[in-house]
């Protein structure tokens, strides 16, 4: 596609830090549709066609701000963040600088674009069901245009929404962990993965639900991690990774991905194991809400 068609949703700049060390624009790339892994570079892996672009005759879009924004405020702080590995040693500007990079990536990727269609859809299916008061047949599905869903995105990356977001994870505790296993930390089209054993399963994936972990490959040998120091240990800043622990955040990865998984080599094979046992994954129009209603209210969660 032309160059100005070709519009990233993970940063470049980002990805290069889990390219080949002899190759710093040459990635590993596993797709879970295919169950098969190829070699590609930066610029081709984490993009769709005119992502951004609401108008294509009028070629309104959000690619080129976000360029400009990232080599402007978010590459220092990423950047600096991986040569400190403390965020007591940043300042104020460069964190919050810092969190505005990671609540755009957190709603700035297909995975969050999909989760909006699939909650609108449901949400819809459910209010229909309501309505005709009887089970719709199973054959009857509702759906909502890619245009539609695609604006609908677009308004989440407005700048209040990014505040609030950004404001949200300032305010959790931070710790950055490190991998000296030997094995690589993957991340993927959705970098940001959540995990919560408290709570309903599904129901209690929100940055201040209680148990909330979140983690944010920063490298393939760094690992960002927020966790409630209410419910777990306390974790020292720049503690060692297990290789249980870089198995399940790899595993978190595989879950939260759209499609594509990224590493710095070909090790996928816990992917495909673990596909095996838990094949929706593979699908990119899975479900991502559990939801249910009882006459007054529906009750959503992610799953």
């Given at each position: 596609?032309?160059?100005?068609?070709?519009?990233?949703?993970?940063?470049?700049?980002?990805l290069?830090?889990?390219?080949?060390?002899?190759?710093?624009?040459?990635?590993?790339?596993?797709?879970?549709v295919?169950?098969?892994?190829f070699?590609?570079?930066?610029?081709n892996?984490?993009?769709?066609?005119?992502?951004?672009?609401?108008?294509k005759?009028?070629?309104?879009?959000?690619?080129?701000?976000?360029?400009?924004?990232?080599?402007?405020?978010?590459?220092k702080?990423?950047?600096?963040?991986?040569?400190?590995?403390?965020?007591?040693?940043?300042?104020?500007?460069?964190?919050?600088?810092?969190?505005?990079?990671?609540?755009?990536?957190?709603?700035?990727?297909e995975?969050?674009?999909?989760?909006?269609?699939?909650?609108?859809?449901?949400?819809?299916?459910?209010?229909?069901?309501?309505?005709y008061?009887k089970?719709?047949?199973?054959?009857?599905?509702?759906?909502?245009?890619?245009?539609?869903?695609?604006?609908?995105?677009?308004?989440?990356?407005?700048?209040?929404?990014i505040?609030?977001?950004?404001?949200?994870?300032?305010n959790?505790?931070?710790?950055?962990?490190?991998?000296?296993?030997?094995?690589n930390?993957?991340?993927?089209?959705?970098?940001?993965?959540?995990?919560?054993?408290?709570?309903?399963?599904?129901?209690?994936?929100?940055?201040?639900s209680?148990?909330?972990?979140?983690?944010?490959?920063?490298?393939?040998?760094?690992?960002?991690?927020?966790?409630?120091?209410?419910?777990?240990?306390?974790?020292?800043?720049?503690?060692?990774?297990?290789?249980n622990?870089?198995?399940?955040?790899n595993?978190?990865?595989?879950?939260?991905?759209?499609?594509?998984i990224?590493?710095?080599?070909?090790?996928?094979?816990?992917?495909?194991?673990?596909?095996?046992?838990?094949?929706?994954?593979?699908n990119?129009?899975?479900?991502?809400?559990?939801?249910?209603?009882?006459?007054?209210?529906?009750?959503?969660?992610?799953?």
């Amino acid at each position: 596609m032309p160059e100005h068609e070709r519009q990233h949703y993970v940063p470049k700049f980002y990805l290069k830090n889990f390219c080949d060390v002899s190759n710093n624009r040459q990635i590993c790339c596993y797709d879970k549709v295919t169950n098969k892994s190829f070699v590609t570079t930066i610029e081709n892996i984490a993009i769709g066609k005119l992502f951004y672009t609401a108008n294509k005759k009028l070629k309104i879009g959000h690619e080129e701000g976000l360029t400009r924004i990232e080599q402007e405020y978010f590459v220092k702080p990423y950047y600096k963040l991986l040569e400190v590995r403390n965020f007591k040693k940043m300042s104020q500007d460069m964190k919050k600088d810092f969190f505005i990079f990671l609540s755009v990536q957190l709603v700035r990727t297909e995975e969050f674009r999909l989760q909006i269609k699939d909650l609108h859809e449901q949400v819809l299916f459910k209010l229909a069901e309501e309505t005709y008061d009887k089970p719709i047949p199973e054959e009857i599905k509702i759906k909502i245009s890619d245009i539609y869903s695609k604006l609908e995105h677009l308004l989440f990356m407005d700048t209040d929404t990014i505040f609030d977001f950004a404001k949200y994870l300032f305010n959790k505790l931070w710790i950055v962990t490190v991998n000296k296993t030997g094995n690589n930390l993957w991340t993927s089209d959705n970098p940001i993965s959540f995990y919560n054993s408290f709570g309903r399963t599904g129901h209690n994936l929100g940055l201040f639900s209680r148990g909330i972990e979140v983690r944010f490959a920063l490298s393939k040998d760094l690992l960002l991690f927020s966790y409630d120091p209410e419910t777990h240990p306390l974790i020292a800043n720049r503690s060692k990774m297990s290789y249980n622990d870089i198995l399940f955040a790899n595993q978190l990865q595989l879950v939260s991905s759209t499609r594509f998984i990224y590493s710095p080599t070909n090790d996928f094979e816990s992917a495909t194991e673990s596909l095996q046992r838990y094949p929706k994954y593979k699908n990119p129009e899975r479900s991502r809400w559990d939801m249910t209603s009882d006459h007054s209210k529906i009750d959503f969660g992610r799953i």
